[in-house]
């Protein structure tokens, strides 16, 4: 796997257990997000048994699991709860619940706790300079800025991250993570402004290798493709 050369933390998304264990064995990545609806997708059941599972096997960096209650005083149990389980836990917590209420006071209390955060589901910088604001004392937190569903609605990502990433220097031990990426390039942007962590999934963090590929190689490996590929499945004209 290349990308050697990069300054930014890569972070791992997802909700394979063997993904996880594979991009574990790779030193590069240096810590694991994954979320409810990724779960979901991955077939989870049981969260806790699924999130214990993982921290059995992976002690030494970071790995955020979400709260998924809506009401705060819910949200602040399973968090505590959460937190119990390893100390390299990170506790994501949506920034607003599904009636759009600011969790600033949760994040208050969780943070003067000694919660590590993830502060998921940003899209603006009202909202980052809000997280800011509401977070106490210097407990490790992660700023989630979700780059990819920007640049979704056709808005350019860039300016917004490097806004942010001003805003969270303001805070110690507050670190910038660019979330939902689309593509490889993505981490190069990413690189690029000073970002502290990306998350990626699996299928774009394999990609690494193509890090500096020559092109007329890359070129030449893409027509062999199609022509296997057509020869295989015996295609005439």
Same mark, same amino acid.
């Not at 589901?121 to 992660?142: E, H, M, N, W, Y």
């Not at 990819?148 to 808005?155: H, L, Q």
């Not at 970002?195 to 092109?215: E, F, M, Q, R, S």
């Not at 890359?218 to 199609?226: A, D, G, I, Y």
């Given at each position: 796997?290349?990308?050697?050369?990069?300054?930014?933390?890569?972070?791992?998304?997802?909700?394979?257990?063997?993904?996880?264990? !594979? %991009?574990?064995?790779?030193?590069?990545?240096?810590?694991? &997000?994954?979320?409810? =609806? *990724?779960?979901?997708?991955?077939? $989870?059941?049981?969260?806790?048994?699924?999130?214990?599972?993982?921290?059995?096997?992976?002690?030494?960096?970071?790995?955020?699991?979400?709260?998924?209650?809506?009401?705060?005083?819910?949200?602040?149990?399973?968090?505590?709860?959460?937190?119990?389980?390893?100390?390299?836990?990170?506790?994501?917590?949506?920034?607003?619940?599904?009636?759009?209420?600011?969790?600033?006071?949760?994040?208050? !209390? %969780?943070?003067?706790?000694?919660?590590?955060?993830?502060? &998921?589901?940003?899209? =603006? *910088?009202?909202?980052?300079?809000? $997280?800011?604001?509401?977070?106490?004392?210097?407990?490790?937190?992660?700023?989630?800025?979700?780059?990819?569903?920007?640049?979704?609605?056709?808005?350019?990502?860039?300016?917004?991250?490097?806004?942010?990433?001003?805003?969270?220097?303001?805070?110690?031990?507050?670190?910038?993570?660019?979330?939902?990426?689309?593509?490889?390039?993505?981490?190069?942007?990413?690189?690029?402004?000073?970002?502290?962590?990306?998350?990626?999934?699996?299928?774009?963090?394999?990609?690494?290798?193509?890090?500096?590929?020559?092109?007329?190689?890359?070129?030449?490996?893409?027509?062999?493709?199609?022509?296997?590929?057509?020869?295989?499945?015996?295609?005439?004209?």
């Amino acid at each position: 796997m290349n990308g050697t050369k990069l300054k930014i933390q890569l972070f791992a998304d997802g909700a394979n257990k063997q993904d996880i264990l !594979e %991009l574990y064995k790779n030193p590069m990545i240096k810590g694991f &997000t994954t979320n409810p =609806t *990724l779960m979901k997708k991955a077939g $989870v059941t049981d969260y806790k048994a699924f999130a214990l599972d993982i921290l059995g096997e992976i002690k030494d960096r970071g790995i955020s699991f979400e709260v998924f209650a809506d009401d705060f005083e819910d949200m602040k149990r399973q968090a505590l709860e959460i937190k119990s389980w390893a100390e390299n836990v990170y506790v994501k917590i949506p920034v607003t619940n599904t009636k759009q209420e600011f969790c600033g006071p949760l994040l208050s !209390e %969780l943070s003067e706790q000694g919660v590590k955060l993830n502060v &998921t589901a940003i899209f =603006t *910088l009202q909202q980052v300079r809000d $997280v800011v604001a509401s977070l106490k004392g210097d407990t490790p937190a992660i700023i989630s800025v979700f780059a990819g569903r920007i640049a979704d609605t056709g808005a350019d990502p860039v300016p917004v991250m490097r806004a942010a990433l001003e805003l969270c220097k303001i805070r110690p031990n507050t670190e910038l993570l660019w979330a939902s990426t689309r593509e490889l390039f993505n981490v190069v942007e990413a690189d690029r402004i000073g970002c502290d962590i990306i998350t990626a999934t699996p299928d774009i963090l394999n990609k690494l290798k193509n890090l500096d590929k020559d092109l007329d190689v890359f070129s030449l490996e893409t027509v062999k493709m199609f022509y296997e590929d057509a020869t295989k499945a015996g295609f005439k004209i």
